[in-house]
């Protein structure tokens, strides 16, 4: 455990040191892969700790993205307001999507989470929500200044955005460790092992799933609200059925139920990508061939390699 | 049911089946074919997820195949049409053989997201190989006349595409009820049911469901062969697994396990698109809401549904 804490904050230190060593341009992504790690980070915690496959997660990145979208772009809110707003706005989705859903398991909740995932975008799309949603085509906006005792910071500086979307990242994970260390994270684990046996022990097991589901979103929220601060657009395709297999393919690639995996994931996965399309063009395929690799034979992800071979 | 139930429904839909092109207008035609075809697909995927208990997000890939396998052997090939849909049934239950090999091994949601990933894969790569496969645009090609004994028929004639169509579904149809009535079906509902029972009892589990799933990777196969002979071209977009996903969302709204129940919600599911669409653009919002509703409150299906309100009434007449 000490070793761990150890390790985490030594990351922490070598991620507030590295924008030296990176030109803006990298900063950028730096920045965007911490989002996705977020963003597959709470995923894990609904589908590595409660055991919930979801494939509709992508519907609160788009809730929170659009959510803080719309209080800069029509409300002319602050950075904060906004934000509150996004927050506000993905958690009370997956409410509503998450009511239903954790009444069923299994296989029907995956079923479950891609239908409500599928309407979502087609009620985005068709013709009574056009004018909030605006299909694909990209709302621009300019994120208004971050108000920070006296200072006025600019999340148009690729610098001061990275260590914007670094200090939420790092404090997200540290709310997420928390929660899965504490008895909620028992129970929710509980769960993940057998529902029927954590019914009967007496948890009232909806409403455990419920919170992971809430907590999920509103993780996933936050990811899509610092990826349109940071990308300065929002666009249906936040709400994408594919953003969310991403984030099971990165959770499964780092290795589900550890958190950092997560981000280790999300790393390996856009690095490489991005190695990969200087080389092929092939490169979704490519992917699915690790994917493959990864699935078939450490179950557990790289994170799972890293601890198998010190044991 | 009775004993003698099952043979006289069946004769009674087919012969139903069988006047229907003679009654019905060109648009109600095609669509019954398209029908026949999606209800063969859902029934192939019903194999896998209803008796088998495997949730295969990849079935397109076998239709795919199928698809594919057929029209490259006539186009390329230049094989007459029985060769051609030899060809298309081989290659698809080669492609499930391969696939199955890996994804046999692997347990619930792993199996779903591996079965999503091979269907991503291969989508991918119909779609690049475009020199093969013509990509988006697909490939178009003259269906060859079909030899049966003195006779040749020619598929261009509607009826007889039809009728073609028909005789494979309803042999299909036979074979996966045998399927699943015989012994074998016995252990695949008892490996749905727990696998680890199953293997315990001394069954090899990955063998049989290596089995079904090359079984259902053919009959999907079948079926994108069909649709490509009816429809006389093949593309990627066959491949995509929102595809495979309909097959998931008839066989849950006509009730999964009971063979009857996907031709039954891809039946409606496939009108219900087909006339909707033409005046409510946003049909697809209904069908979403309504496989929401199903999942929630009636996750047997439409089939099961009956056949437990049936149930009910008898044991109520019975009691009184």
């Not at chain 1, 029907?108 to 891609?114: A, G, K």
């Not at chain 2, 073609?164 to 579904?169: D, G, I, R, W």
């Amino acid at each position: 455990m000490a070793g761990r804490i150890v390790a985490f904050w030594a990351a922490v230190a070598v991620l507030v040191v590295l924008p030296r060593a990176l030109t803006p341009y990298q900063l950028s992504v730096a920045a965007e892969i911490m989002i996705w790690g977020l963003f597959a980070m709470a995923f894990d915690l609904l589908y590595g700790y409660t055991g919930m496959l979801s494939f509709g997660q992508a519907i609160f990145f788009g809730a929170g993205g659009y959510g803080t979208a719309f209080g800069v772009l029509r409300l002319n809110w602050g950075i904060w307001e906004a934000l509150g707003l996004g927050l506000l706005v993905a958690a009370a989705f997956a409410l509503a999507v998450g009511f239903f859903a954790v009444r069923v398991s299994g296989h029907y909740f995956l079923i479950l989470t891609i239908t409500f995932s599928v309407i979502t975008v087609l009620v985005l799309q068709s013709g009574h929500w056009r004018w909030l949603s605006r299909g694909y085509a990209a709302s621009p906006f300019t994120p208004p200044l971050v108000p920070l005792g006296p200072w006025r910071i600019s999340l148009i500086d690729p610098l001061a955005n990275y260590y914007w979307v670094l200090a939420f990242v790092v404090v997200s994970f540290l709310v997420c460790w928390r929660i899965v260390n504490s008895p909620l994270g028992q129970v929710f684990r509980g769960i993940r092992e057998n529902e029927e046996r954590s019914r009967l022990i007496g948890y009232h097991v909806e409403r455990f799933k419920l919170i992971a589901f809430v907590l999920g979103g509103l993780f996933s929220g936050l990811a899509g609200a610092l990826l349109a601060l940071t990308l300065r657009y929002v666009d249906i395709s936040y709400f994408e059925l594919t953003l969310s297999g991403k984030a099971v393919a990165w959770t499964v690639i780092g290795g589900a139920g550890t958190l950092i995996g997560a981000f280790l994931g999300a790393l390996v996965f856009i690095v490489s990508t991005d190695y990969l399309s200087a080389w092929t063009i092939n490169v979704p395929l490519s992917i699915g061939l690790l994917l493959l690799v990864v699935v078939a034979f450490a179950p557990d992800g790289l994170i799972g390699v890293v601890r198998g071979k010190r044991r | 049911m009775k004993r003698a139930g099952f043979p006289l429904a069946f004769a009674i839909v087919l012969l139903v089946l069988i006047i229907a092109p003679h009654v019905l207008g060109t648009f109600q035609r095609v669509l019954l074919t398209e029908i026949l075809i999606w209800g063969l697909f859902a029934v192939a995927f019903d194999l896998l997820y209803g008796y088998t208990g495997m949730l295969s997000f990849g079935q397109a890939t076998f239709f795919g195949f199928g698809s594919y396998a057929v029209t490259l052997a006539i186009l390329r090939g230049k094989l007459g049409l029985w060769p051609a849909l030899l060809v298309g049934l081989a290659v698809s239950a080669v492609a499930a053989g391969i696939v199955g090999f890996f994804a046999v091994r692997i347990r619930g949601h792993y199996f779903v997201i591996i079965t999503v990933i091979f269907s991503l894969i291969f989508f991918f790569w119909a779609l690049n190989w475009s020199w093969l496969t013509g990509g988006d645009d697909g490939l178009s090609f003259q269906v060859p006349a079909v030899p049966l004994g003195w006779w040749k028929f020619s598929l261009y004639d509607p009826i007889t595409n039809y009728y073609f169509v028909l005789a494979f579904c309803a042999i299909a149809f036979l074979f996966s009820r045998r399927l699943v009535r015989s012994p074998i079906g016995r252990i695949l509902v008892g490996i749905r049911e727990n696998e680890e029972r199953a293997r315990l009892v001394g069954y090899n589990v990955e063998h049989f469901k290596l089995l079904i799933f090359v079984i259902s990777g053919a009959l999907s196969g079948l079926a994108g062969a069909l649709y490509s002979l009816t429809f006389r071209y093949a593309n990627a977009g066959l491949m995509h697994w929102t595809v495979s996903g309909d097959a998931v969302m008839w066989t849950l709204l006509g009730g999964a396990g009971s063979l009857v129940g996907p031709i039954v919600g891809t039946g409606l599911l496939v009108a219900f698109s087909d006339y909707v669409s033409s005046w409510f653009e946003n049909y697809k919002i209904i069908i979403g809401a309504l496989i929401i509703l199903v999942v929630l409150a009636v996750p047997q299906g439409i089939t099961g549904l009956i056949r437990d309100l049936w149930t009910a009434r008898r044991i109520s007449t019975d009691g009184s």
